[in-house]
């Protein structure tokens, strides 16, 4: 900045100088403002007038955003998403819709940032676990305003408001159509909003119950986290399949597997069960017989529960057997399969079932082995190299 000779300069905030110093340089000009209580006389009156209005006016614009910069950032993290969820409840156009999204991102960035710090400072399980409950919260908001968006794009391409692509050349009398890209919002956005309604409407409170089974099995909540799981809800693909490790750990607990009722003729090249059942025969639909089982069920709702109250009859019956499903110790299921188990197993990590191509994926949550039978101290030999074992007590 120039100051010319007997002129008082005068405080002006440092974006306006930022913006001022951007524009000079870019135009080539010499960097030349006038301060001064009295004005000058002549054509320079004019113009130190309209200077002095730009700059009254960036000061008000500028004081107004470092205002809002503070308010944000004093606001706890409960009342960034409590703004966030009413926004979203009350928000009645896409453009609201957006500013729900808006804050919601605010706050998950806030909590993920705060976790972060959390970890790096080594801080007690309870204050991490508090701030990945919140970074849950923030994230299922907002991915129920993903939802709305999708709603109102595919609403206003049927009444023809929004085009698919912008079209080469018109008709005479016509104009363009908006497009996804003039709504600011890409392809790929909309593609994961209907993906994530998709989920939602196949399967009620899933973005709700697959964040809490992130949060319980303790780890964090991200958005990448929550793809991958509605993506898979979405590829209909239900085949996954047990590493041959925990195949052959259960065969040398039970000498041979006689039955696996939720199979396929992939998986049973590797379990090599003497009968097994698959989707299409509906291995609910048939008769147990008191044998040796191994067992990893589908996982989806109702298919895991039906599937574990039929294999604890079938132990109280008599059979023996080894079950392989997520460590969900809160649901009446998992509860119901221990009431009649022996012992069980907590894998130290996590299983990385295996795709029909035999590619590892990467699961949300932990895993258990629950054993049904009386060869209790030869499952606990060889299960306890995957991780901790416990016996149940009767």
């Not at 806030?110 to 080594?122: E, F, P, Q, Y």
């Not at 968006?149 to 050349?169: C, F, H, I, N, T």
């Not at 590829?235 to 047990?242: A, D, F, K, L, P």
Request: aromatic share 8%; charged share 25%.
């Amino acid at each position: 900045m120039v100051q010319e000779r007997g002129y008082a300069p005068c405080e002006r905030p440092l974006l306006y100088h930022k913006a001022l110093q951007g524009h000079l340089i870019r135009n080539r000009q010499r960097p030349k403002v006038y301060y001064s209580e009295t004005p000058p006389f002549g054509k320079r009156a004019a113009s130190l007038t309209t200077t002095r209005k730009r700059r009254k006016r960036a000061m008000a614009e500028n004081q107004n955003l470092i205002q809002s910069t503070k308010t944000q950032a004093s606001d706890t993290l409960p009342a960034m998403i409590d703004r966030a969820a009413k926004a979203l409840a009350s928000a009645t156009t896409a453009g609201e819709i957006l500013e729900a999204k808006h804050h919601a991102n605010v706050a998950y960035s806030r909590t993920k940032s705060l976790g972060r710090m959390a970890r790096a400072r080594k801080a007690h399980d309870e204050v991490i676990g508090a701030v990945y409950r919140a970074q849950a919260n923030a994230l299922e908001i907002e991915a129920r305003a993903k939802i709305r968006l999708a709603d109102e794009y595919d609403a206003a391409q049927e009444r023809g408001e929004v085009a698919a692509g912008r079209p080469k050349s018109l008709e005479d009398g016509k104009s363009f159509q908006a497009t996804a890209s003039d709504l600011g919002l890409r392809h790929d956005q909309i593609h994961e909003a209907r993906q994530l309604r998709n989920a939602e409407a196949e399967e009620p409170g899933f973005i709700k119950n697959t964040l809490d089974a992130i949060v319980a099995a303790g780890e964090e909540p991200t958005k990448a986290a929550l793809k991958k799981a509605h993506v898979a809800h979405n590829s209909g693909q239900n085949e996954w399949y047990t590493p041959a490790a925990f195949i052959e750990a259960a065969r040398q607990v039970m000498g041979e597997i006689d039955l696996d009722p939720a199979s396929s003729e992939i998986a049973n090249r590797t379990v090599q069960a003497a009968r097994y059942f698959t989707a299409e025969d509906d291995g609910l639909a048939h008769d147990w017989p008191v044998c040796r089982i191994w067992m990893n069920p589908p996982y989806a709702q109702p298919l895991i529960s039906q599937f574990s109250n039929k294999i604890a009859e079938a132990a109280d019956a008599g059979a023996e057997a080894i079950v392989l499903v997520n460590n969900a110790t809160e649901t009446a299921w998992f509860q119901r399969m221990l009431q009649s188990a022996s012992a069980l197993c907590f894998p130290e990590k996590r299983v990385r079932f295996l795709d029909p191509d035999g590619n590892p994926g990467a699961p949300l949550q932990g895993q258990a082995l629950l054993y049904f039978g009386s060869n209790v101290s030869t499952f606990t030999g060889k299960f306890s190299e995957f991780g901790g074992v416990a016996l149940m007590c009767r």
